[in-house]
């Protein structure tokens, strides 16, 4: 979508890198500005306070329009807000560099919306909203926003009516191409939906297996257990303190990060933001002096050391596959000799454990001692290996469902 090409002798074509068969020979896509397909369009309400109204928002990085909860025009004040009309194309100007853009239905005509949400119709066809909804999902139209919107970085970037309404793009000479390419991508943004669906089905199937596999507070045996170990008696009672030991990750400051660094690292914050159970990968580089940094062998558990919520220190506890990578400080790490992966999934389990022994007040600390005598249950290895792998095997398939083919297909469709 939206690329120029350099045809025979350097001559740019501006065509996209791939297109429908029946439009192959209608010549190039046109520059446009937004103003010359758009018009803008608002009806100002005037607020009565005994009247409720049903208020959009504007989703970032693309989600679309949101309903807020119903409001009365007394909880309105001064608010400045206009009556959304259907089949508008809508733009939060403040934040429209996050992708603050979307198109209205039906169900949006009649409520109200933002004096900083502009809303535009087209002059002459319907197609034309969608496929700039779209545009507006590529790399190309993200850096056209950002390049029109000035300021600094971050939320400090604004983009003003004007500028948003003298932005050019490419688009296709003819309504039934215009067409064609909306419908494309709304079958496939309904295709991605309906994974999604299956997606969070996967995540909740997991949930509630691992509260089966393992044995729940006070019980010694877990409710389901794989046909093979139903003979096997009663796991052994035991302490997290008696299958392993702990020490603390060291160094590896924010400060000490840099993309060309030469020592791949570990930082706590990453743990709930950036990881799975299970780390395959890293994404951090520290300066750091080698000698004043901790280094895996490949194998441990790491648990968050501080954060905010208690109950999220077990959640975001994960397995190390990686030897070699320096573990920041304000991170316990565990070593077991025997099946670290199976006591990875079984912490997480145990969350509600980890949160009772965190102290602190606004910040929240878990200190491995606390952690050492917390009971547990353990099972035979190979049991441990059966239950690692059902999960690791689930954790696969729900990491499958995210990278899906489908929404790489949509980005190659976009041009991006």
């Not at 949160?355 to 929240?364: L, R």
Request: with cysteine; proline share 5%.
């Amino acid at each position: 979508m939206n690329h120029e090409r350099h045809g025979k002798h350097g001559k740019i074509r501006k065509v996209p890198k791939l297109r429908f068969p029946e439009f192959l020979d209608k010549g190039e896509w046109e520059k446009q500005k937004f103003n010359n397909l758009l018009r803008k369009i608002s009806s100002p309400v005037k607020v009565e306070p005994d009247e409720v109204y049903q208020e959009i928002g504007i989703r970032s990085h693309g989600k679309g329009i949101f309903h807020k909860e119903p409001i009365n025009g007394k909880g309105l004040g001064n608010k400045r807000v206009f009556w959304v009309e259907e089949n508008a194309f809508i733009v939060n100007i403040v934040f429209a560099w996050e992708l603050a853009v979307a198109s209205t239905t039906e169900t949006e005509k009649g409520m109200i919306a933002s004096h900083r949400f502009p809303m535009y119709q087209v002059y002459d066809n319907r197609a034309v909203v969608s496929y700039i909804k779209y545009f507006f999902l590529t790399n190309k139209g993200k850096e056209l926003l950002w390049i029109a919107s000035p300021g600094g970085a971050g939320r400090n970037k604004t983009l003003g009516q004007k500028e948003f309404e003298n932005l050019e793009f490419l688009i296709p000479r003819f309504v039934e191409e215009q067409q064609r390419i909306a419908d494309c991508l709304t079958s496939l943004d309904e295709l991605i939906t309906a994974e999604a669906g299956k997606l969070e089905a996967y995540k909740a199937h997991k949930k509630g297996l691992m509260q089966k596999l393992f044995p729940a507070e006070g019980k010694t045996v877990p409710e389901w257990r794989f046909p093979e170990f139903r003979s096997k008696g009663e796991w052994e009672e035991t302490t997290i303190g008696n299958i392993g030991s702990f020490y603390y990750g060291k160094s590896a400051p924010k400060w000490s990060l840099e993309e060309d660094a030469p020592t791949r690292c570990v930082r706590y914050g990453e743990l709930y933001t950036k990881f799975g159970a299970i780390i395959t990968e890293t994404y951090s580089r520290t300066n750091i002096d080698p000698n004043n940094l901790r280094f895996s062998k490949g194998g441990e558990i790491l648990v968050p050391r501080v954060g905010e919520k208690p109950e999220d220190f077990g959640k975001c506890c994960c397995y190390l596959s990686l030897g070699n990578i320096a573990i920041g400080e304000m991170i316990s790490v565990f070593e077991t000799a025997q099946n670290p992966l199976f006591y990875t999934y079984y912490f997480r389990n145990l969350y509600r454990q980890f949160a009772k022994v965190v102290e602190g007040q606004n910040v929240k600390n878990l200190y491995y001692v606390e952690l050492k005598p917390l009971p547990i249950r353990r099972p035979s290895l190979p049991e441990q290996q059966k239950i690692a792998n059902c999960l690791t095997a689930l954790d696969e398939l729900i990491l499958t469902r995210q990278l899906n083919r489908v929404t790489m297909l949509r980005t190659q469709s976009l041009g991006a």
